[in-house]
């Protein structure tokens, strides 16, 4: 069966992810469309730089057609954010993205937009799975489609997602600054957006592992630590202000500072909300999923703001910041969205934002974590991730989600959640979160807590639970 999860359809290239497959998921949209009285309107399709990407926009594209319904296509790849940008700002009813996202080279997938720009809501994706289930395809050439007049290839297609960024940014503090920076877009499709932003604010950008590469040079395309070795070493010995890394359709983020040092999301997060308050004088709470820095909450309530704690999936947090009008959401997985864009992770307005802060408080990026560290306190995230069978999945989920055991911590839990999977509260602020992942067939475990040492014994006690 094809299943949508939290980012998504994902599927390993050849087994499940196949021309066959992702047809039905183009009939399945196409008989969506229709029972929504919504096929009037075009579909925007994107690809990233994955294995069969740009053959499945066509393949869906051929679909579309023979369903009587118009596609809006690319002659390059894009990154996820520009579709959500071009859905909203034109005012379409659907949207896809081909991609798999961070996940490994062996996986390709389809992202559904809908209205807004949004993520496909829980409601939507079951309906569409429903409709996949019993789906009849239909299809038809693509030279036959371009005949109807049912392919548009669009024209400068990126200028008016770029425009709305530059719009949205202080440009001359940018270009005042003269800051140097390395970008590595892990082999993805955000290079020419990001690349074009950073330099219409004249900064000094230069760019690695910018071919088109389906096995990603043989890492996975995930800002990562790990991912990010080489790109840390080149920024602390070859002088570079800033490094940026972002996924293969660009929309996580992270970050390098001039010493080399890698800055996860969840300070990324922390210092631009911080940012946007006490320097652009932007009010509103702000949107954290289970599994991200309970520091946004310390901030926040410092402002009087309200922290939102949502689900993971970033439906759920653009879903919040939208209703609550806060001012910025993300997770701790390195995507971000901030109010009055769009709903979904961009990490070329991440960047600029983050450029921007640089620029106008003129400090390095550690010096300004260390101001924040001793005003709202430390605060230590570990993960742990376990790849499980199925047999062993329906166990682990039986212990702690149907029998709701709890593991012995020595400090009884202040309070414990089943929002998304189980996530245990202590009274010094600490936490252990434990769910499997929508995407990928992984047990995760994050933990944090005011040493990293802390955080590690919370996540052994959950790992000896349930072994």
């Not at 369903?67 to 390059?76: F, L, Q, V």
């Not at 939507?124 to 019993?134: A, D, Q, V």
């Not at 320097?279 to 922290?307: I, P, Q």
Request: hydrophobic fraction near 40%; include cysteine.
């Amino acid at each position: 069966m094809i299943k949508f999860g939290t980012g998504g359809w994902r599927a390993v290239i050849g087994d499940d992810f196949n021309k066959h497959n992702i047809c039905k998921v183009a009939q399945g949209i196409s008989d969506l469309m229709k029972e929504n009285k919504k096929a009037e309107l075009p579909v925007m399709i994107g690809y990233d730089n994955r294995f069969l990407s740009s053959d499945a926009a066509r393949w869906m594209a051929e679909v579309f057609s023979a369903n009587g319904i118009k596609s809006w296509c690319m002659k390059r790849s894009a990154p996820t954010p520009l579709v959500m940008f071009t859905v909203k700002d034109k005012k379409l009813h659907y949207g896809v993205e081909i991609t798999a996202s961070h996940n490994p080279a062996v996986y390709n997938g389809i992202k559904l937009i809908v209205e807004e720009g949004r993520d496909a809501d829980i409601g939507c994706t079951k309906r569409l799975e429903e409709l996949i289930g019993k789906a009849v395809v239909i299809s038809e050439d693509f030279s036959i489609a371009q005949k109807k007049g049912n392919v548009t290839y669009l024209k400068a297609p990126f200028n008016g997602f770029i425009d709305s960024i530059l719009s949205r940014l202080d440009v001359e503090k940018i270009k005042q600054a003269d800051l140097r920076v390395l970008f590595d877009p892990m082999h993805g499709s955000a290079a020419y957006p990001m690349m074009t932003v950073l330099f219409t604010a004249r900064v000094t950008i230069d760019i690695m592992n910018s071919n088109k590469d389906a096995y990603f040079g043989g890492k996975d395309p995930a800002p990562g630590y790990k991912e990010s070795e080489n790109l840390r070493y080149r920024v602390k010995t070859e002088g570079y202000d800033l490094g940026i890394q972002v996924d293969s359709d660009g929309d996580r983020l992270a970050i390098i500072d001039n010493e080399g040092n890698y800055i996860e999301a969840n300070k990324i997060l922390v210092m631009l909300y911080y940012y946007l308050h006490e320097y652009k004088g932007w009010t509103g709470g702000v949107v954290r999923n289970v599994a991200t820095t309970h520091m946004l909450d310390a901030v926040a309530a410092s402002f009087n703001e309200k922290c939102y704690e949502v689900p993971v999936g970033f439906k759920f947090v653009s879903k919040a910041l939208d209703e609550n009008d806060a001012m910025l959401g993300g997770e701790s997985s390195g995507g971000l969205t901030v109010r009055g864009h769009i709903f979904g992770k961009d990490s070329v307005y991440a960047t600029g934002l983050f450029v921007e802060m640089l620029s106008v408080i003129n400090k390095p990026v550690m010096e300004i974590w260390n101001e924040l560290e001793e005003k709202f306190g430390v605060y230590k995230m570990v993960q742990y991730n376990s790849r499980f069978t199925e047999k062993e999945s329906e166990r682990v989920q039986k212990i702690l989600f149907a029998d709701k055991a709890v593991p012995d911590f020595k400090i009884k839990p202040s309070r414990i959640s089943y929002m998304d999977g189980v996530k245990y509260y202590f009274n010094d602020d600490s936490f252990v979160i434990c769910r499997f992942s929508g995407t990928e067939p992984l047990l995760r475990i994050f933990a944090e807590a005011k040493t990293e040492e802390q955080g590690l014994r919370l996540i052994q006690t959950v790992k000896e639970f349930i072994k």
